[in-house]
């Protein structure tokens, strides 16, 4: 596709007001999406979109602007428009860099989405939701969404590299509502990755249904979790959402270079236990948030943030570097053609440690066990967050015991950071869709089985 626009010319004209840099970014997408609410099939449609983004970086400044006329007449009049709009006299800005790395090898979806009918799509979510149903009279309501997306793009800029991938992202997930009398609880599921239909082979979408809806029910008969400082154990079933909120976007280098997090100006300094180590690493295989090139055609590779508790970099892309000189990492992402690339994670986790998992478990006397972390909301100026546990059970004797709902997570991501004591030999991982900037991205997080030793769990006393 790059190569029937004119992207030598496109790029000349991006640069004829004496700009330090060009790219071209052109995108199609094909999407699908089935929705079935209530034992109803509301949504089922399959959606294309083609267009193309065009930046200009000079000095400090930056212009963008974006159009699906992909005329050679469209294109070299956009180009000229974000040259003007990024013309002015500027500061010296350093030379484009980016990272010395090999792009990891294509993964290609064995069942592409594709080569699936819509009706087969459909056919997945209504066996799926009558599973659900079929879990228990106190079934109220149940939600359950497909959705593909084969996206393509290509990358030309001024600094002469030329670039292209295909991400297949393919998600499933349940939503159930179970409920008696004054009672009602919810249960969630999801699965999916950087995968085809294969997904379904490896977890059936009726065990997806099955497993959301049995937590709501059994969230009825649940007690509320107590309230208090207590150890907490994160299971690596639980997925890696605290990480990702509490700490990950604090390590992005346009937030800490503009001195927005609790971890900027830390580079070399410690800031975690010495037995924790973070990564962000977009080379894994099926995870949702993993690619070839990022979106500004960088290779994809693995960054490690924190290292025995050492801070040792920042998740960057371009902007980034020639802003605050932090080379870019390969983690310019941008939701669509239509907006420019801003520094986003990608699979974002606390490495695997020494310790059996089971013996985190067995070697803490009592407090709350996490096996599902939920939602929640972080302060990345000081680190402050507040989680929702999904599923949870108190700790009896160093074992897993009573099932208790309700339960908040309460703190602070660099005094977590710092207190972990135990790091299980195990990951697991979460999927999920991160908002910034008014834009979204297909992202992972994982962690092992991790011990706080005290943290306050919001609940009722």
């Given at each position: ?22 790219e071209?970014?052109v ?6 999406t ?6 109803k099939?509301e ?37 000229r ?8 006299k ?5 030379p ?90 919810t ?37 509320q ?34 001195g ?14 010495e ?5 962000d690493?977009?080379?894994r ?41 932090h080379?870019?990492?390969g ?10 690339p ?43 967050f507040v ?57 992972s ?17």
């Amino acid at each position: 596709m790059i190569d029937e626009i004119p992207s030598e010319k496109i790029l000349q004209a991006a640069m004829r007001s004496g700009a330090d840099y060009a790219e071209i970014f052109v995108e199609r997408t094909q999407q699908t999406t089935v929705v079935c609410d209530n034992r109803k099939l509301e949504h089922a449609a399959s959606i294309f979109d083609l267009g193309v983004g065009i930046r200009v970086l000079s000095g400090d400044k930056t212009a963008y602007g974006s159009t699906n006329d992909l005329t050679r007449k469209g294109l070299l009049g956009l180009a000229r428009s974000v040259a003007r709009a990024a013309s002015a006299k500027r500061k010296k800005a350093p030379p484009i860099v980016l990272a010395e790395r090999r792009a990891p090898s294509v993964t290609t979806a064995r069942c592409h989405p594709s080569g699936a009918s819509l009706a087969d799509k459909c056919a997945i979510v209504v066996r799926a939701n009558e599973v659900a149903w079929q879990c228990g009279e106190q079934v109220r309501q149940v939600r359950i969404l497909y959705r593909d997306r084969v996206r393509r793009i290509w990358v030309a800029s001024s600094a002469g590299f030329h670039t292209s991938d295909e991400q297949v992202d393919t998600t499933f997930t349940a939503h159930v509502v179970a409920g008696t009398e004054g009672n009602i609880q919810t249960g969630y599921e999801s699965q999916g990755g950087a995968i085809g239909l294969e997904l379904f082979d490896e977890i059936p979408p009726e065990e997806t249904a099955e497993r959301a809806a049995s937590r709501s029910i059994k969230l009825l008969s649940a007690r509320q979790a107590p309230a208090g400082t207590m150890p907490v154990v994160l299971s690596a079933e639980a997925g890696g959402t605290m990480i990702h909120e509490a700490v990950g976007h604090g390590l992005e280098a346009d937030i800490a270079g503009e001195g927005m997090s609790v971890y900027s100006g830390r580079i070399g300094q410690k800031v975690a236990s010495e037995i924790v180590s973070v990564a962000d690493d977009s080379t894994r295989a099926k995870m949702r948030g993993s690619f070839t090139f990022d979106d500004e055609g960088t290779p994809a590779g693995k960054t490690i943030l924190i290292e025995d508790g050492v801070l040792k970099a920042y998740m960057s892309d371009i902007s980034a570097f020639r802003k605050y000189g932090h080379p870019s990492t390969g983690n310019g992402r941008r939701q669509s053609y239509r907006e420019p690339p801003i520094v986003r994670m990608t699979n974002t986790m606390i490495l695997p440690g020494k310790d059996d998992p089971s013996s985190i478990l067995s070697e803490t006397a009592s407090g709350l066990f996490v096996k599902k972390m939920g939602g929640g909301q972080v302060n990345t100026l000081n680190g402050d967050f507040v989680f929702e546990v999904q599923e949870g059970y108190l700790i009896e004797g160093g074992k897993r015991g009573e099932l208790v709902r309700g339960a908040m997570l309460i703190g602070n991501g660099p005094k977590v950071l710092r207190s972990i004591d135990r790091v299980g030999s195990d990951l697991g991982f979460s999927i999920g869709t991160c908002g910034k900037d008014g834009q979204e991205a297909p992202v992972s997080c994982g962690q092992p089985t991790i011990r706080i030793p005290e943290i306050v769990v919001g609940g009722r006393s």
